[in-house]
């Protein structure tokens, strides 16, 4: 094995071995949200009229995902299996995940997650958020 060879095979390793373990396994564009510990942040909406439900999903998909920081998306409507126990009082639930309280910190300053508060923020009725640490 020449020189080169052991070289790209140490920085291969090297790679193989770090990065799984540096951050959240989700880069932007993802629907899929971490499997690693994380911040994850929720918003649970209560959008004043019915009608704009789908247009605030599809502007919070299109648009959420993208941004640098987010590692981990989901959006969607509540569930109903008949368990009393459980929330349903909301029209779209948020999950947005992140690797670290940095990297959160960022997302609420990026000029798309501003404007997306801007503009449907006015259209809620109601919201909840909820943020929690799994990072130890």
């Known amino acids: 094995m020449t ?3 052991r070289a790209a095979r140490s920085i291969t390793l090297a790679v193989t071995c770090v990065l799984p373990s ?3 396994p989700f880069s932007g564009a993802t629907a899929k949200p971490c499997t690693n510990p994380c911040v994850t942040h929720v918003v649970l909406v209560d959008v004043a009229d019915d009608a704009e439900i789908p247009a605030m999903r599809a ?3 299109a648009q959420l995902p993208l941004i640098k920081d987010v ?3 989901q959006c969607g409507s509540p569930l109903d299996i008949g368990r009393t126990n459980v929330t349903g009082d909301y029209d779209l639930g948020i ?6 309280v ?3 910190q960022s997302y609420l300053e990026d000029p798309a ?5 801007a503009k449907w923020r006015p259209k809620w009725k109601s919201s909840r958020i909820v943020d929690f640490n799994s990072i130890r």
């Open 71 to 73: 590692c981990g998306y």
């Open 3 to 5: 020189g080169v060879q």
């Open 102 to 104: 940095e990297a959160y």
């Open 59 to 61: 502007d919070s998909d």
């Open 113 to 117: 997650h501003k404007a997306l508060v």
């Open 95 to 100: 999950l947005v995940q992140f690797a670290s």
């Open 22 to 24: 540096c951050a959240c």
